[in-house]
């Protein structure tokens, strides 16, 4: 219904700095009740009205709770609510364990940069938040969606703050573990974490998508992840400064910090250990690790997605393979960093550069020395290697074919192996020389097979 609307005056005051709301004063005449609810209703379906429930909340409310319910309660009283710019809503949880089971919250409000959940910031593990995760959520492989969080944030939408808690979710051994992330911002979406949150047992602690930030510096503990424990994904943001992350060890990339197609990760100052991976970056995404330290990681910082992809130095990266790429990785070089290319790509570093592995053409202790190529172990396409120089031909020891459990050394039918005169052979098992020669070979020290008797020709 589309009645006439004689409009006497609408005023529209610009909402003041930091204010989300615009404050829309109209005076309308309509010739009756009902063309009046119409139009109403017009507005509410188009998204265009909001009516609120009760009187503005223009300073800041403490709504305290002790259970599951109560704050549910305290969450449906917030629907509709208008928050003013001096207006704040704090959801207060008292210290105790609140076992959620599978619900899951989609804390979405139009002046939700002026509510905050809080409970203990001074022991967060005195107030613990237990999530099972929905059933089964997805299957394996499938792409994340906007309902896969035990809390977030989507469309454009804010938290202001959640802080002092530890939240357990089902852990990734759990048939409800892939995709269940804790706290999720979506769709441009902004969530503001304090420095008191240890997540445990999510498939993603942290996790900001398609054009979202998450802020949380100052000390976020995030343990036992799948995928990536601090995920930005599509054109995201994550701030974790001084965060810990660990655990990261079962599904895909396995990663401590995981920035993923165009997304940054500004992580200085953290502690990242005890994953697959500290850091993986994918398809021209950047991680920011000035004063960082990557620990207990099979792989440091991996590199996937062709070029685009860069990172801050970290203070230290002991991982066992520091460094793995796929592609060009831009960094702040210095002299003997170790990288891993894979396909033919090298890292652009300067003339001392270390690689460790370069796959289908791979070398082992590779490095530049003044412009001069060396390796300890060089592995070429067509299965040929060599140890030491620069060449598979140049010097050391050539494996030429392995087929059908048989290795040749050499390139030809010449001595392939030779044995210094003050060097021995020892075999622990039987030798077996099925292929002797059973006539004398003529050749001076060569075995052969006379009549099941091993005989050294005398040439």
């Not at 009187?55 to 305290?74: G, K, R």
């Not at 804390?107 to 613990?128: E, F, W």
């Not at 976020?220 to 810990?244: F, R």
């Not at 290697?385 to 050394?409: E, M, Y």
Request: aromatic share 8%; glycine share 12%; proline share 4%.
């Amino acid at each position: 219904m589309n009645p006439s609307l004689p409009v006497t005056k609408i005023n529209i005051l610009e909402a003041p700095a930091g204010q989300d709301q615009i404050e829309v004063k109209t005076s309308l005449k309509f010739s009756a009740l009902e063309p009046a609810l119409a139009f109403v209703q017009n507005l509410v379906s188009l998204g265009a009205l909001e009516i609120g429930t009760g009187a503005p909340i223009t300073t800041a409310v403490v709504l305290n709770v002790a259970t599951v319910a109560e704050f549910d309660s305290a969450w449906a009283s917030l629907s509709g609510a208008v928050i003013t710019a001096g207006g704040s809503v704090t959801i207060q949880f008292a210290d105790g364990t609140y076992d959620f089971g599978s619900a899951q919250y989609l804390l979405n409000h139009p002046s939700g940069g002026q509510i905050k959940l809080l409970g203990n910031t001074s022991t967060p593990a005195n107030c613990v938040l237990n999530f099972s995760g929905p059933s089964v959520p997805n299957t394996l492989g499938a792409n994340m969606e906007s309902s896969w969080a035990a809390i977030g944030v989507t469309n454009g939408n804010r938290i202001g703050g959640i802080d002092g808690f530890t939240m357990n979710g089902p852990g990734m051994r759990s048939e409800n573990a892939y995709g269940f992330v804790c706290l999720m911002a979506w769709g441009g979406a902004t969530i503001n974490c304090g420095p008191h949150l240890i997540l445990n047992n999510f498939y993603s602690g942290l996790a900001a998508f398609f054009g979202s930030v998450v802020y949380a510096d100052g000390g976020v503990k995030v343990t036992g992840g799948g995928d990536g424990n601090i995920w930005a994904y599509g054109n995201s943001v994550i701030s974790c400064v001084g965060c810990e992350s660990s655990g990261a060890d079962v599904f895909y990339s396995k990663s401590g910090l995981l920035a993923d197609n165009g997304s940054y990760i500004f992580a200085r100052s953290a502690n990242i250990h005890d994953n697959g991976t500290a850091l993986s970056l994918f398809t021209t995404s950047a991680a920011s690790l000035a004063g960082a330290t990557l620990s207990n990681c099979p792989y440091g910082i991996a590199s996937y997605g062709g070029v685009g992809n860069s990172y801050e130095s970290p203070q230290s990266n002991t991982c066992t393979v520091p460094f793995l790429s796929s592609g060009a990785l831009t960094q702040d070089p210095s002299a003997n960093t170790m990288v891993t290319a894979f396909d033919g790509q090298t890292h652009a570093g300067d003339s001392n550069t270390q690689e460790a592995i370069v796959v289908n053409r791979a070398y082992l202790g590779r490095w530049s020395q003044n412009g001069s190529i060396q390796h300890l172990l060089s592995i070429n396409a067509d299965g040929s290697a060599c140890f030491g120089g620069s060449s598979p031909t140049a010097k050391g020891v050539n494996f030429w074919t392995l087929s059908n459990d048989i290795i040749r050394f050499g390139t030809n039918a010449a001595l392939a192996i030779t044995i210094g005169a003050d060097q021995g052979v020892r075999f622990e098992a039987k030798v077996m020389m099925p292929n002797l020669p059973t006539a004398d070979p003529h050749a001076a020290g060569e075995l052969w097979n006379n009549s099941g008797v091993l005989t050294i020709s005398a040439g």
